[in-house]
Structure formats: structure tokens, C-alpha cells
């Protein structure tokens, strides 16, 4: 089975950092998109960032600056650092992946399950 195993995730005060990592494990052969998302409590889900197998990237305007995604198509990883961190930024936050399990498939999302980030005083 494909699985996206985050970890990072954690309480960190207003200012501080963390980094969140993701691996997609299993029988993918290849991986198009990935990226992470967040859904704060009585919010939507929201796209953070992104990155493509090609390189391009894409981050939501609130954490320009602050958030960098960085992945590593050959390990079927993807990282979030993330710093400055303000009180808005606490959500769940998502790993997901765009990708095929065989070269015949079609492209399907995958989804992690999920790492709670806190940041408050």
C-alpha cells in the first residue's frame, strides 16, 4: 500500500521553527506533485506549498518568506521549514502527493495523515 508518513510536528512558540517531513512510501512509480496543506479548526483546508517533479513551486501568500518547501524526487520526500511562525499558522497540517502506483494508471492524490503544529505562548 502507498502511504505518505509525515513527522515534525509539535507546540512551538510564536517566532520559532520547525520542520516538517514527509516520505511517500510504497509502490509509486512516479511521483508528479507534492506538497502540504493545512486546516486550522472551523477552517477550510488550505494549500501551503508546493513543488512539482520539475521544480516549480508554489506557496499560499501568508507564508511567503517564512515557509520553505524543499523535496527530494529521488527519495520520494518533501520537507516544510518552517519559521516566524505566528499563532495563525496552527492547523493540521497535510502532506499529499500527485502521483501513479504503475506507469498505466491515471494521476491520483494521496494524502497523510495529518501533523497538528501549535504555536502559542
Known amino acids: 500500500q502507498v502511504q505518505l508518513v509525515e513527522s515534525g510536528g509539535g507546540l512551538v512558540q510564536p517566532g520559532g521553527s520547525l520542520r516538517l517531513s514527509c516520505v511517500a512510501s510504497g509502490r509509486f512509480s512516479r511521483i508528479y506533485t507534492m506538497g502540504w496543506y493545512r486546516q486550522a479548526p472551523g477552517k477550510q483546508r488550505e494549500l501551503v506549498a508546493t513543488a512539482t517533479n520539475d521544480g516549480s513551486i508554489n506557496y499560499e501568500d501568508s507564508v511567503k518568506g517564512r515557509f520553505t518547501i524543499s523535496r527530494d524526487n529521488a527519495k520520494n520526500t518533501v520537507h516544510l521549514q518552517m519559521s516566524s511562525l505566528k499563532p495563525e499558522d496552527t492547523a493540521d497540517y497535510y502532506c499529499?502527493?500527485?502521483?501513479?502506483?504503475?506507469?498505466?494508471?491515471?494521476?491520483?492524490?494521496?494524502w497523510g495523515q495529518g501533523t497538528q503544529v501549535t504555536v502559542s505562548s
Open positions: 499529499n502527493a500527485e502521483g501513479q502506483i504503475s506507469t498505466w494508471d491515471i494521476k491520483r492524490t494521496y
